[in-house]
Every structure is written in structure tokens, then in C-alpha cells.
């Protein structure tokens, strides 16, 4: 999609939590943005040719003789840029200003009083001192040469620094976050008038220029596309529909992992919704056979990638002329790929792209590589997918294999299956499914005493989840009302044989992740 070249916002990340989220502000505004490591070199940064650069926070401090840095030729790309936290931090140590750790650190809300006249503060005509966002235990004490203060906070004097005529501006909150006041005229004052993006990052010029990329790239050939049946899979159906046509031949494979009656919904929502010619692939014998007797949660991940991969390979063969595999990877799944091949501790690999073998028979097309989940929504709902499809939680590539703990059987599958269809069911005639933003049960390899009627038994425990989260890089356990768990467990116990116990799991990420492996 950068064929086009849109005005593009870069930034660059040194480990913050909120990245991802300045990346979205920024398209909210309708200007495109791309994240990339704090390693990026120079000439990758120019093939980008951004318009404008911002530099995350992170965990990091200056002070450190190992800190994060990025190449410092950006300087001299002339084109502006904002540091954030310790991006601003990093950009006073680089023009020799003083950064100390100081005792008065600043985290949660806290009072900002701002200089008027500086270009990063346009159009705030709401008051004298904004309640904004901070996070940091380190301080600017000594501004670098050139700069000026343009804000304190409570405790911070130099809260945000600029040096006007080169364009570099810093501030030590963060304008990405929704408890910043205003935090959203100062990330469009940057990107709109001092880097004079122009909003391009529309979602009608988004699905004009996907279309026209793949209908570039695919030209006569026929793409294949392995449909999970999920939003992101979903709506790029039916971009390549709009794009190919004919052309496109979806492939949906029954790993035996799905949940419960997921085969003849995804049949229904392609073939009668969305009017697409789909191929259903039983392959749930070969998926199981291959994951007798794995345990470790990593293998599982590789065993399931490879297996979808080659299952797509010899179906493939059944038709003439397929050069193309479609993909629904998106852009989350990118960065977070990127970044975890750096660092040590890779908290798991994606199904999507660090679990794909590295020698495939296909080219791979993947016209939503670049957008957020949000956007793939609001491509989807212009595309006329059902909308039911759109608000459907997240599911894992790898399936139900993910939520079983330790080897993966038939009989496991379908106790699982019939777990969550419950939960899912409960949830929703309670009004809750569209306040979670995933909800998901797990197969616990442990038996439980319980009495049923008279009866003795000694059976499975399951777990439950709910959470909330923005990005799914951080999530709360939702508070449920105990009535609702307590239906949710009674109708379990009752309707599923051989489980006995249910327990709800309250843990956040971190330090927890969503799901169990
Ligand atoms: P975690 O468990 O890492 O999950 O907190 C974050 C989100 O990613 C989903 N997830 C996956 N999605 N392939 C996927 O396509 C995977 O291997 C995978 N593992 C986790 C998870 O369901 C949650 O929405």
C-alpha cells in the first residue's frame, strides 16, 4: 500500500507500551504511519521517506551506557520531529543538554502549563494548564543549546522542549493517551502544520490502493486464499473479491481446532453472505495425527503453521495456475514479529508469521499487512461484511490447540468446544459479549472431585476469561457479575460430561498473557 507514497508519519520505537498507539492516533488523522525498531538504518528511513518522525518513550534511561538509541543522522534528514518521554529524553542527551534521575518522578495525572506561542500548542484555546499523561522517573535539568522550554509540569520544569527553527520538539507526557487533555490537537498541530501531511489515510483511498496494488501484483494469476473465517481473513476475501474476482479461490482447512459449529457458520457468512466460492478442507485427521503426544506450547504453534502451510500446498495442486497465498496477517502481527526477532525473551510466535516455514511454493499476498484491526473493521463494514462478523472476538491461529493444556486430543477438542460455546452463548444473551474484548476457555489438564446427585465424580477443570484491553499488548480481567459466572458454571457442570469445576481466571497481561500457551 506505500506504493502511492502517502505522506507518511515514522516512528520510531524504543520499547513503550503505547507505540502501537501513537502509530493509530496518527491514522486517525488520516495520515498513514509506520513503526519501526530503534535499529532501523538511515537508508531504510529514507526509502520511507517520512514527512515527519516521532520517537517513542520507552523503559530505558539515557543515563544508561547501553541505552537505546537510534542513528543519529535523522537530524539531518531535515524533516521535523517530536521525542516522547524518553524520545525527548534521548533527543536532549544527542544536542548535550543535562538529563538526571531525578526523586521526583511523575507518574498518572498531573498539570501542564504550556507556552502559547509555540507552534506544538496551536489552536489550545481551552485554558491555562492542561491535565495531561505522565510516566517517567528521568528529567531534563540543563536545556540543550538552541532549545527553549515550552511547558512545565508540577514537578517538572522543562516538561517539553522545542528548537523552533529545526523543528525538534519533545515533551515529557504523552499525547497518545485519551487521559491527556488535548492530547489530540498537539499529535495533529504535528503531523498537520508542522509536517504538513496532508490526510490521505483514508478508508476509501485505503481500499482503492489495495485494490490496485494486488490487481498490479496478481495481474491474471489466481490467488488462493486460506480463510480462517475470522475478521482479518474475512474482510480480505473480499478486497481480492472486489479486486480479482473469478481470479480468487478461497480454501477454508478444518484443522479439527475450530470451535464449535465454526465450519458451517464461516460456510454460511462466505458462501450465502459474501457470495464467495468456497472449497471446505477436512483435514482434522492430519492436524491431530501430527500433534500426538506434543506438549510445549511453542511446538504446537510451529507443528500447526506447517501443517496449515503444506495441507494449502498439496489442495493447491488440485488447481491449475495458483501462484498466489493470500494472507490476513496484519500489522500488529508485523511489528510485534519484528521486534521480538531482536529481542531475548520472544513471548510467543505468531501463527502468522514467525510460525510460517521459511520455504514456501507461494508468493504471498497480504493487502492488510499494514493496517491495525480497527481499520481492517472499517474496511470490512464499507465492504459489506456482516457486521456480526466485524464485532467477533479474536481467535488464535492455532485454535482451541492453544487452549488445551499439554497433548492435544479429539475428546479434549470437543469438551472445549462445548465449554466455550456456553460461555460464548451466555455472555452474549446477557449483553456482554460487545463490552469484552475477548472471552475464551481453557482445557486444564487436571481432574477435580465433585458430587452429582449422589454420585461421586472425578473429572476435567476448565478455566474461564474475559478481558478488556485497547491493543492486547496490556489487558484487565473483566469484572463479570458473579451471577452471570455462577449461570455460566452451573449450565457447564450440567451440560458438559466430564467436567466437574470451573474457575474464572482474574489475571492481567502482564503479567499474564490473554491466553493460557
Ligand atoms: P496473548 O496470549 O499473547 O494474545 O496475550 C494476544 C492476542 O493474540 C491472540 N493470539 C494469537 N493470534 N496466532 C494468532 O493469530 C497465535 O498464535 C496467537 N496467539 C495469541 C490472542 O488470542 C489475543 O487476542
Aim: charged content about 25%.
Amino acid at each position: 500500500m506505500q506504493n502511492t507514497n502517502p505522506d507518511t508519519i515514522l516512528i520510531i520505537d524504543f520499547g513503550s507500551q503505547y507505540t502501537q498507539l501513537i502509530a493509530r492516533r496518527v491514522r486517525e488523522k488520516n495520515v498513514f504511519s509506520v513503526v519501526k525498531p530503534n535499529d532501523v538504518n538511515i537508508k531504510d528511513i529514507k526509502n520511507i521517506n517520512p514527512k515527519g518522525i516521532i520517537l517513542s518513550g520507552g523503559p530505558e534511561s539515557v543515563s544508561n551506557k547501553r541505552k537505546l538509541q537510534v542513528s543519529k543522522s535523522i537530524f539531518n534528514l531535515d524533516v521535523p520531529i517530536l521525542g516522547i518521554c524518553y524520545g525527548m529524553q534521548l533527543i536532549a542527551d544527542y544536542f548535550n543538554g543535562t538529563v538526571i534521575s531525578s526523586t521526583k518522578k511523575e507518574f498518572g495525572h498531573t498539570n501542564f502549563v504550556y507556552n502559547k506561542t509555540s507552534s506544538l500548542f496551536n489552536h489550545i484555546n481551552l485554558k491555562k494548564k492542561l491535565n495531561v499523561w505522565m510516566s517517567h522517573s528521568d528529567n531534563i535539568a540543563k536545556l540543550p543549546k538552541n532549545f527553549t522550554c515550552i511547558g512545565s509540569s508540577t514537578n517538572t520544569k522543562i516538561s517539553a522542549f522545542a528548537y523552533e527553527n529545526k523543528k525538534i520538539y519533545g515533551l515529557q507526557f504523552h499525547p497518545e493517551v485519551t487521559h491527556t487533555e488535548c492530547g489530540n490537537i498537539i499529535i495533529s498541530n504535528f503531523i498537520h502544520h508542522i509536517c504538513k501531511c496532508k490526510k490521505s489515510w483514508t478508508t476509501r483511498n485505503i481500499i482503492n490502493e489495495s485494490i490496485q496494488n494486488i490487481k498490479n501484483s496478481v495481474q491474471n494469476n489466481k490467488v488462493l486464499l486460506a480463510l480462517s473465517g475470522g475478521v482479518d481473513s474475512t474482510v480480505v476475501a473480499a478486497l481480492l473479491k472486489r479486486a480479482i474476482g473469478k481470479q480468487l479461490t478461497c480454501v477454508f482447512i478444518n484443522t479439527g481446532l475450530l470451535r464449535k459449529n465454526e465450519v458451517n457458520e464461516v460456510k454460511f457468512n462466505i458462501t450465502k453472505k459474501l457470495k464467495i466460492k468456497l472449497t471446505i478442507v477436512n483435514a482434522e485427521n492430519i492436524f491431530f495425527k501430527k500433534l500426538r503426544n506434543i506438549t510445549d506450547p511453542e511446538k504446537k504453534r510451529k507443528i500447526i503453521g506447517e501443517t496449515f502451510i503444506r495441507v494449502f500446498e498439496s489442495e493447491s495442486k488440485k488447481y491449475k495456475d495458483i501462484k498466489y497465498l493470500g494472507q490476513g496477517t496484519i500489522y500488529p502481527d508485523v511489528i510485534e514479529s519484528s521486534s521480538d526477532s531482536k529481542k531475548s525473551d520472544v513471548i510467543k510466535s505468531h501463527h502468522n508469521v514467525g510460525g510460517l516455514p521459511k520455504k514456501i511454493n507461494f508468493k504471498l499476498i497480504e493487502p492488510i499487512r499494514n493496517l491495525f484491526k480497527d481499520e481492517v473493521r472499517k474496511i470490512g463494514k464499507t465492504l459489506s461484511v456482516p457486521e456480526e462478523l466485524l464485532s467477533r472476538h479474536p481467535f488464535p491461529g492455532p485454535g482451541l490447540a492453544v487452549r488445551i493444556i499439554g497433548e492435544v486430543t479429539k475428546d479434549k477438542v470437543a469438551i472445549l468446544q462445548d465449554v466455550d460455546s456456553i460461555f460464548i452463548e451466555e455472555i452474549k444473551n446477557q449483553g456482554y459479549y460487545n463490552q469484552i474484548s475477548q472471552a475464551l476457555a481453557v482445557f486444564l489438564p487436571i481432574k477435580s472431585v465433585g458430587v452429582m446427585g449422589d454420585q461421586r465424580k472425578y473429572n476435567y477443570v476448565v478455566a474461564i476469561r474475559a478481558v478488556n484491553t485497547i491493543d492486547f499488548m496490556t489487558a484487565n480481567a473483566c469484572e463479570l457479575p458473579y451471577k452471570l459466572l455462577k449461570q455460566i458454571s452451573t449450565r457447564i457442570v450440567n451440560e458438559v460430561p466430564n467436567v466437574s469445576r470451573v474457575v474464572y481466571d482474574i489475571t492481567s497481561k502482564p503479567p499474564g498473557t490473554i491466553e493460557w500457551e
